[in-house]
């Protein structure tokens, strides 16, 4: 059984720094590729950013770009987005997801975490 287990989430001020981990478990880690995906309140579920299965390449939104990073850590099984100068815009229940090819959209996933909250108060 697949799980996504993401951690790491909470409550910060605007312009801090906060790590999302996301923990993998029944699958080849390394033969997905991982992708962070963001929800906030009424509306879609956006990409945020996703890692190739090495780990070689990233890729994000334009809105986050220069502000998080992806990375993973295949010994691990575990993905990580680093985000930084955290703005109010940002808060949403932030998903790890796994796919078999990278892609930015949601329909490229089989499998995907709960979610972690993300709040950003201004």
């Known amino acids: 059984q697949v799980q996504l287990v993401e951690s790491g989430g909470g409550l910060v001020q605007a312009g801090d720094s906060l790590r999302l981990s996301c923990a993998a478990s029944g699958l080849r880690f390394g033969n997905y590729a991982m992708g962070w995906f963001r929800q906030a309140p009424g509306k879609e579920r956006e990409f945020v950013a996703a890692?190739?299965?090495?780990?070689?390449?990233?890729y994000y939104a334009d809105t986050v770009k220069g502000r998080f990073n992806v990375s993973r850590d295949n010994a691990k099984n575990t993905v990580y987005l680093q985000m930084n100068s955290l703005k109010s815009e940002d808060t949403a229940v932030y998903y790890c997801?796994?796919?078999?090819?990278?892609?930015?959209?949601?329909?490229?996933?089989?499998?995907w975490g709960q979610g972690t909250q993300l709040t950003v108060s201004s």
């Open positions: 890692i190739t299965r090495s780990g070689g390449n990233t």
């Open positions: 997801a796994a796919g078999r090819i990278l892609r930015t959209s949601k329909s490229g996933y089989d499998y």
